[in-house]
């Protein structure tokens, strides 16, 4: 059996003596693979299919990592991971302990950024480049960024280009648009373009045209009168790309992407241009797979990740029928967020919702379907939609955001200055609130409570199960007099019986609730899905003798005072847990809501136990391994809670559960 050319490359200095068709084989194998490992695994796939010829031709032309490549979120950059020493390590990836899931500094000298989050390549190749122009040696290395169509949706990276053409950084952007498709007479007409664009002598060319017309006979004057005009159509015929000659770049394109000879000749002349260049180049997401490659957007959205075990031999794995009489699955808060906003809009059709180009992510593709007049996608640009949420509020408008927690932070000036400073009646839904999992810390979303309560004017709040939030988004959209922000995790909840449309009652704003009375010992006081964990360790204190009482804050602002009052004074100690971090959270808010009650240090409170995300960055991994290390489990905090009040519960304990 033939082996490998792909064994043979370590590190990415390996590809530099191979020929052309050599490093196109190296390409597919990287693809395969990723089919073999990923679909074993699970983890993002159809855009890291589409960037195995760019990944191969940017390392056998670069000498990583003085030369730097930038891959935009990073999603895509797999192929860039085996090609850096990283290839038998593929089967770890996103795993506890084993490979980032994206691009991170501190795993690789080749991973130049470390950002799960889109559209910022740009920006810190501008920053990097001239980073080196201010050190003195403006080339001390080649910078490409690596950057999806989807991903040019979003603002900042419009920032960036704005910037280096302006300063006329010599960079190098790749446009890896997966949307297009290739035609040979464009490819033609645009390596025609690219070598005008790119030979010094025909770019200056181009102002002597149009300096010359001006000295014609006869039609000079009448060339100079029509000015800016004429220009704009000479730089038409000259090179595509007009948008982005226009802010003084050099446009290559479009570049077979799965073309390695064409793509290298292509960064050849990029690197040399000693000018802002982006070299437009045509991919297929999924490229190699054929129920991606074939299946139009719908095989690309669905193989945009696999599942674990979803790939054998290269071919899907068929699902396994449903075993009849097994009991189903709770829904997912994304779903149930999802159907209950359908609701919403079907009782006030003042009621809208906005995505940012997570339509799916976020439960708005069941309001797409079943109300599209009321759906609206704004792309990567979460700033964006929260100003077009103010907009639709200052309209007399319903606007619910549906936004993860960890992307709402980008908008936060737009929270600030647009909303809560004006008051305006717009709902914040953070999905994916607390510890997501394999995606890591770039997707933890474990900031909204504190980022969230400093605000003046705003009601933030966290259900603990599903009927609650659906009670909650009623409660959001019903009252009137500011914003709204209301967070709730991934994945399936409690299973509580969901609620009729009819049954859905509003909650009293700044009410929490009392669950189960204890002996007065211990309170635990939940939010959100602490409170879940609450109550697992108060069954677990249970059977040591300790009856906790168990309660569910439900809103962190306002916060329940009388309440948090009244079980500091009937217990010896108050527990906050939650799934945020504790630095301004809501065991926070419990404490400083204590102290300006006069009850944080007096002979009849309670002393206050938080437990919640430390202060660092939490790994990736499942989430039950990262709740076991953080502490975040009901066995975790009924030792800790049982420690503080010097009793000793580890034979119940062992009773109980496997250590």
Known sequence: MTSRILDRIDKPQDLHGLGEEELAQVAQEVREHIIDT???????????????EIAVALHSLMDSPRDKILWDVGHQAYPHKILTGRRDQLSTIRKYE?????????????????????????????????????????????????????????????????????????????????????????????????????????????????????????IG??????????KESIKSFWAPGLWWEELDWAYMGVIDGHDTHALRIALRQAFKAGRPVVVHVATVKGKGFAPAEDGGLEGQETWHAAKPKSIAGGVPVPAKPAIVGATPAPPQYTKVFGDALVQEVRRDRRVAGITAAMNSGTGLNILQKAEPEHYFDVGIAEQQGILFAAGMALEGRKPVAAIYSTFLQR??????????????????????????????????????????????????????????????????????????????????????????????????????????????????????????????????????GITATVADARFVKPIDTGLMARLSADNELLVTIEEGVLQGGFGSAVWEALNEAGLDGGSDAARVLRIGIPDRYITHGKPALLHEEVGLTGRAIARRVADALGVDISSALDAALPS
């Open 98 to 218: 084993g490979l980032a899931p994206f691009c991170a500094i501190f795993e690789s000298e080749h991973d130049i950024m470390g950002a799960g989050h889109a559209s910022t390549s740009i920006g810190y190749a501008v920053g990097l480049k001239e980073g080196m122009r201010l050190k003195g040696d403006i080339d001390e290395g080649q910078v490409v960024a690596v950057i999806g169509d989807g991903s040019m949706t979003g603002g900042v990276a419009f920032e960036a280009i704005s910037q280096a053409g302006g300063m006329q950084t010599p960079i190098v952007v790749i446009l890896n648009d997966n949307g297009m498709s290739i035609s040979p007479n464009v490819g033609a007409l645009s390596g025609y373009f690219n070598r005008v664009r790119l030979n010094p002598k025909l770019w200056h060319a181009r102002d002597t045209v149009e300096h010359r017309l001006t000295e014609l006979p006869r």
């Open 411 to 544: 908008a936060y000036d737009q929270i600030v200055h647009d909303v809560c400073l004006q008051k305006l009646n717009v709902v914040f839904a953070m999905d994916r609130a607390g510890l997501v999992g394999d995606d890591g810390p770039t997707h933890h979303g474990v900031f909204d409570i504190a980022y969230m309560r400093s605000l003046p004017n705003i009601v933030v709040a966290a259900p603990r199960d599903e009927p609650m939030l659906q009670r909650m988004l009623r409660t959001a959209l019903l009252q009137d007099d500011g914003p709204f922000a209301l967070r709730y995790p991934r994945g399936e909840g409690p299973g509580a019986p969901l609620l009729a449309p009819a049954a859905i009652t509003p909650v009293e704003i700044g009410q929490g609730e009392v669950l189960a009375e204890g002996d007065g010992r211990v309170a635990l006081v939940g939010y959100g899905t602490g409170v879940l964990k609450a109550q697992e360790a108060a069954e677990l204190l249970a059977q040591a």
């Open 38 to 52: 990923v679909g074993e695994i699970g983890g993002h796939f159809g855009a890291n299919l589409g960037t195995c």
């Open 221 to 230: 004057k009448a060339v100079e009168r029509l000015g800016p005009q004429l």
